[in-house]
């Protein structure tokens, strides 16, 4: 029988509330998974979680800072067969597990990523967003597979893999990725990828029908936020060819680029009167401030944003 564990990592206490609701909705999954809340480098969320939480493993981070350093400590903090991961902003739905383990039931299926629907602020509701643009604030967008299939990357929100898999490629790696409130990402892109060359015929499984509501804080629906996850999205694209090669690193952005963003653009200019123009140029700015970014990235990536090498994720006493 396979065995299953939902790592959910968290770093600050601003998201308490959405802590809480993300871990209850994995304890109700009807395949009973083991929960593992890993708190990075935050002592008095750490505190405040064990209290909540004694009957679960609540752990901190062991490794660097960062989304990657935490979610390698989950890894390393369970034995089971399938490591699912959920944000601490994102509730998932009641068959989100089952969906993701039934496509692991493929032997070639290493990796499986979910579906991630936006919860807006009322007070805002989606603002500058059209649905090309929803990964900018976690969510799945415009341009991704409609039905199941194999994938280059997952989306990070919402996602399971075999845990031998993650172990043999080494981890998520560190110095990509996000860190605290810095908005840089690429890290389960660099990780899929990586499975792919050392396991050759290695599947990566797209679910949409396994679906969590990812929560978006009212300070991401601004122009300000959208520039600024556009930029810091080039600059991880740029560490992520780096790492990977240019063709592996954006094979899937050249469509999006090519397709997806002229036809959302076209669509938008469509209607003017109705803030068309305000939503086709919100695309454009973007699109525009992710170029910007991985040109910076490319030029002084090995100064600014360069780094270690990845570190082996650390396996529990006792385990094979």
């Not at 002592?43 to 004694?54: D, K, M, S, V």
């Amino acid at each position: 029988m396979t065995t299953v564990a939902v790592v959910i990592c968290a770093y600050t206490q601003l998201r308490w509330g959405d802590l809480q609701d993300s871990v209850e909705s994995a304890r109700r999954q009807p395949e009973a998974p083991e929960v593992v809340v890993v708190i990075d480098h935050e002592p008095e969320l750490f505190a405040r979680a064990r209290a909540r939480w004694p009957e679960l493993l609540v752990v901190e981070n062991t490794e660097d800072r960062g989304l990657s350093g935490a979610r390698n400590t989950g890894v390393a903090s369970t034995e089971a067969d399938v490591v699912a991961f959920l944000d601490d902003d994102a509730t998932a739905d009641a068959d989100w597990l089952g969906h993701m383990l039934a496509a692991l039931e493929d032997p070639q299926v290493v990796g499986v990523g979910g579906h991630a629907t936006p919860s807006w602020p009322t007070t805002t509701g989606s603002g500058p967003y059209v649905g090309e643009l929803l990964w900018i604030v976690g969510c799945s967008y415009t341009g991704l597979p409609e039905v199941a299939g194999d994938v280059r990357n997952v989306i990070g929100a919402s996602m399971a893999f075999r845990r031998e898999s993650i172990l043999r490629a080494g981890g998520f790696r560190s110095g990509i990725g996000r860190v605290g409130n810095q908005p840089l990402g690429c890290e389960e892109t660099e990780l899929c990828i990586r499975i792919a060359a050392i396991q050759p015929g290695a599947r990566i499984r797209h679910e949409p029908r396994s679906n969590v509501s990812h929560r978006v804080s009212p300070d991401r629906v601004t122009m300000r936020y959208l520039l600024r996850r556009s930029y810091y999205e080039g600059i991880s694209k740029a560490v992520l060819s780096r790492r990977v090669g240019t063709v592996d690193a954006l094979s899937s952005e050249s469509t999006y680029l090519t397709r997806v963003i002229p036809r959302a653009v076209l669509r938008e200019l469509r209607h003017v009167g109705r803030g068309g123009l305000g939503r086709a140029g919100a695309v454009v700015a973007s699109v525009v401030t992710t170029i910007a970014g991985y040109a910076v990235g490319r030029v002084l990536g090995g100064v600014v944003v360069a780094a270690p090498a990845p570190q082996p994720v650390r396996q529990p006493i006792g385990t094979p």
